[in-house]
């Protein structure tokens, strides 16, 4: 849900857009072949420790990572950054949302990961890329080392069908807050895609509870750190409290400030947060 904070809080967005900018001159970017389509991704860093950037709803690694791409640590860690299929760069296909798409998303991050070479990586997902990061945990315990996951969960209840139907019509945001997502997109193709994330996402309440993964959280044996910010208007405070009651030994920090886009607004605290857990 990348770009659903601008509805709530766009005081943010010059943050986010800046983030875009923040680049040092190590990043490099490519497109490998992966289950069918070519996918986009950039990567900084020499270190030993690979880690993975999931980005939300939307976004790219472009849009959604800009400080942890320039300013994570480049000599403890190896940072690659990813466009799933239909976002940002990963285009074409048109992004589309079947009821495996979370699913499918995850195939794709670790088969990608496999294709640029890493064996063990960790994972960092934001929002939807959170949800995504899950699924991935659970189904390749092998694979993954470790895993933050902020802004995410694992089912989708009465109140958060009500908050994205509240901003379903994006002609009611403001110019402003339209603008990322127009530049990248166009007009026509962002309001098509984002319709249709809604409808994606909202499609999981007709679940039994509404489940998108609850049932392959218990599965997840990698050590888990789950960040919320406590002003977050687009992820209850309850849905961090299910994750961690329900993936064994995983710790959950709260920002008291942090709302859903709390790696921007805080970049540094996060950095630190993140290096320290990854180094432990």
């Known amino acids: 849900m990348a770009f659903l904070l601008r509805r709530f809080c766009t005081t943010e967005i010059n943050k986010a857009v800046k983030g875009?900018?923040?680049?040092?001159?190590?990043?490099?970017?490519?497109r490998r072949r992966v289950n069918g389509v070519d996918l986009y991704y950039e990567q900084t860093g020499r270190g030993k420790h690979p880690v993975l950037l999931l980005p939300g709803a939307l976004g790219s690694a472009r849009t959604d990572f800009g400080p942890q791409l320039k300013s994570l640590s480049k000599e403890r860690f190896t940072v690659i950054g990813w466009d799933p299929r239909g976002y940002g760069n990963s285009r074409p296909p048109e992004r589309d949302f079947p009821p495996h798409f979370f699913e499918r998303d995850a195939e794709d991050a670790v088969?990608?990961?496999?294709?640029?070479?890493?064996?063990?990586?960790?994972?960092?997902?934001?929002?939807?890329?959170?949800?995504?990061a899950l699924i991935a945990a659970a189904k390749n315990p092998d694979l993954i080392n470790k895993m933050v996951v902020w802004g995410s969960n694992a089912y989708v209840?009465?109140?958060?069908?009500?908050?994205?139907?509240a901003i379903y019509?994006?002609?009611?945001?403001?110019?402003?807050?339209?603008?990322?997502?127009?530049?990248?997109?166009?007009?026509?193709?962002?309001?098509?895609?984002?319709?249709?994330?809604?409808?994606?996402?909202?499609q999981f309440a007709t679940r039994p509870e509404g489940s998108i993964c609850m049932e392959l959280l218990p599965l997840i044996s990698c050590p888990t750190l789950i960040?919320?910010?406590?002003?977050?208007?687009?992820v209850p405070n309850f849905h961090p409290q299910y994750l961690h009651k329900h993936i064994g030994g995983s710790r959950l920090h709260l920002m008291p400030e942090g709302k859903?886009?709390?790696?921007?607004?805080?970049?540094?605290?996060?950095?630190?947060?993140?290096e320290e857990f990854l180094d432990e």
């Open 20 to 30: 875009i900018r923040m680049y040092s001159s190590s990043v490099t970017s490519g």
């Open 111 to 132: 088969e990608l990961m496999k294709v640029l070479g890493f064996g063990r990586f960790s994972l960092l997902g934001w929002s939807d890329g959170g949800i995504t």
């Open 157 to 165: 209840s009465p109140q958060d069908v009500d908050i994205y139907q």
């Open 169 to 202: 019509d994006v002609s009611k945001w403001s110019a402003r807050m339209r603008k990322p997502m127009e530049e990248m997109y166009g007009v026509e193709l962002f309001v098509r895609i984002w319709e249709s994330w809604v409808d994606g996402i909202s």
């Open 227 to 234: 960040i919320h910010g406590e002003k977050d208007p687009m």
């Open 260 to 274: 859903h886009n709390l790696h921007l607004r805080f970049a540094a605290e996060f950095n630190k947060l993140v």
